[in-house]
C-alpha cells in the first residue's frame, strides 16, 4: 500500500504541475464531442440511439492518448529505472502510476459523458448507464494499454506504434461497453454486458500490473 499511495500522490502532483499534457486527452475529447454535435445538428434526434457508442469511441481514443505518456517523462529524466530497481512491490507501485493516471483521463471523461451523451443523443436516456460501464471500462483500457505504453516505453516511440499493439485488446472493452449502453437506452437489459466488464477489469487489475512491470524492464534492457 505504500508503494501505491507513493506513486499515486506522486504521478498526481507531476500532473497538477503540467497541467497541459494531462489536459490534452480531455481536450480532445470535448472538441471531438462538440464537433460531432454540430454535425449531428441538423437531425431532429441527434445521433439518436448511436449516441452512447459514439461517446465509448471517443473515451477509448482520449484514454489512448492518455496512456501513450504515462511512462514516457520517466524513462527522459531516468525515473524509470529508479522505480524498477527500488519500487517494491512493483505491482502495487505500477498500480499506483495507472491509477493516478486515470484520475487525470479516465476519471474527467467519466463526469462529462452525461454531457457528451446529451450533445450527441438531444436526450439523457441511458447517460447513466454510459457513467457505469465507462467506470467499469475506462479503468481497463488504462491497464491493458499501459502493457502496450511499457512495450514501446523504450523505443521512444508511441503513436501508430502503440495502437496497433493495444487495439486488439481494446474491441472487447468497447464492443461490450457500447453494447450496454445502447441496450439501456432503448430500454434493454445489460447485466451480461455488465458482468462481462466486471470480470474483464477484475482479471486486468490481477494480470495488468505484473505484465506491464515486467515489459518495463524488458524495455530497459534493450
Keep these: 500500500m505504500r508503494a ?26 470535448v472538441l471531438a464531442v462538440l464537433l ?29 492518448l492518455a496512456v501513450e505518456g504515462v511512462f514516457r517523462r520517466d524513462v527522459e529524466d531516468g525515473t524509470l529505472e529508479q522505480l524498477l530497481i ?16 486515470w484520475s487525470c483521463a479516465g476519471l474527467p471523461v467519466l463526469v462529462l459523458s452525461p454531457l457528451a451523451v446529451y450533445v450527441l443523443g438531444h436526450s439523457t436516456a441511458g447517460a447513466g448507464m454510459v457513467m457505469l460501464t465507462l467506470l467499469l471500462g475506462t479503468p481497463t483500457l488504462t491497464l491493458l494499454g ?58 486486468s487489475i490481477t494480470a495488468a500490473p505484473f505484465a506491464v512491470g515486467k515489459a518495463l524492464a524488458i524495455s530497459q534492457e534493450y
Design 4 to 29: 501505491f499511495a507513493a506513486l499515486f500522490q506522486r504521478d498526481l502532483l507531476v500532473a497538477l504541475r503540467r497541467p497541459t499534457d494531462a489536459a490534452n486527452p480531455l481536450v480532445f475529447f
Design 36 to 64: 460531432l454535435g454540430v454535425g449531428a445538428a441538423s437531425a431532429e434526434k441527434g445521433l439518436g440511439g448511436s449516441a452512447a457508442g459514439a461517446v465509448w469511441v471517443l473515451a477509448l481514443f482520449a484514454n489512448l
Design 86 to 101: 527500488h519500487a517494491r512491490p512493483r505491482f502495487a507501485a505500477v498500480l499506483g502510476k495507472l491509477a493516478a493516471n
Design 146 to 203: 499501459a502493457i502496450g505504453a511499457a512495450l514501446t516505453a523504450g523505443t521512444g516511440r508511441g503513436g501508430l506504434l502503440l495502437a496497433v499493439l493495444v487495439m486488439p485488446f481494446y474491441l472487447p472493452v468497447l464492443i461490450f461497453g457500447a453494447g450496454a449502453s445502447t441496450a439501456a437506452g432503448a430500454g434493454g437489459d445489460a447485466a451480461f454486458e455488465l458482468l462481462v466488464l466486471g470480470a474483464l477489469l477484475t482479471g
